[in-house]
């Protein structure tokens, strides 16, 4: 079945590390990847998006990388502040749709 | 431009009560998802609508549940006889069109005694 896992449920780093959270997918059909942040008590907020035809796409202290042959996906985040400290998701999109399938998320706490 | 609105924020119903769950999608936004969230899980799609159409329900339970999205007002989405089953954070979004960026409203978030 479709399914988006992530290795590790809670990273802790300190405050101006770099952070790197990984996420597995499994449908090969997805063509489109998105990492969202979710504050306790809020709903999801977009950080990055790559699609299938890129293998790295960087934001502001955001970096996204995909590596399709072995379906996965990370979210690399530079010099983590403390206001970084949330759950991360990652979720898919199979081709065609808008549909997205979520991960079960990863809790990045910083400390300072 | 209001971001995505929801309400209400929380809700708490008795077993066997009704829930109805408002979202307000972005101006200028035709598409509407309805996701559910349990503790410390990632969210699940239930619902895809569009104005007046519903266009993948296929995460949708096949009782109890219906959603809509009328030419005009909000997203309505209904829960009949909830269960305690049903507490959850209930998210929407809205988008666009097809494969633009979803944008997420705060939840509601739903409790069952």
């Known amino acids: 079945g479709e399914s988006v896992g992530l290795h590790l449920p809670t990273l802790s780093v300190q405050e101006g590390d770099n952070s790197i959270i990984n996420c597995a997918y499994s449908n090969s059909a997805s063509d489109y990847f998105i990492w969202y942040k979710q504050e306790s008590g809020k709903g999801p907020q977009f950080i990055i998006d790559i699609r299938s035809n890129m293998d790295k796409r960087q934001g502001q202290r955001v970096t996204v990388l995909l590596n399709k042959t072995v379906k996965h996906l990370s979210l690399q985040i530079a010099a983590t502040q403390p206001g970084d400290s949330a759950v991360y998701f990652c979720?898919?999109?199979?081709?065609?749709?808008?549909?997205?399938?979520f991960g079960t998320g990863t809790r990045l706490q910083v400390f300072p | 431009n209001a971001g995505v609105m929801q309400n209400p924020r929380h809700l708490v119903r008795r077993r066997g009560q009704e829930a109805r769950l408002r979202c307000s999608p972005m101006k200028g936004h035709s598409h509407v998802y309805w996701y559910r969230q349990l503790p410390e899980e990632g969210l699940k799609f239930m619902v895809y609508?569009?104005?007046?159409?519903?266009?993948?329900e296929s995460g949708m339970p096949k009782e109890r549940f219906s959603a809509e999205f009328p030419k005009e007002g909000p997203s309505i989405l209904r829960i009949q006889q909830v269960v305690r089953g049903d507490s959850a954070a209930y998210f929407c979004a809205s988008l666009p069109g097809l494969r633009d960026e979803q944008y997420f409203g705060p939840g509601t978030r739903l409790t069952v005694t």
């Open positions: 979720a898919e999109s199979p081709y065609n749709t808008d549909k997205l399938i």
């Open positions: 609508l569009q104005k007046e159409n519903i266009i993948d």
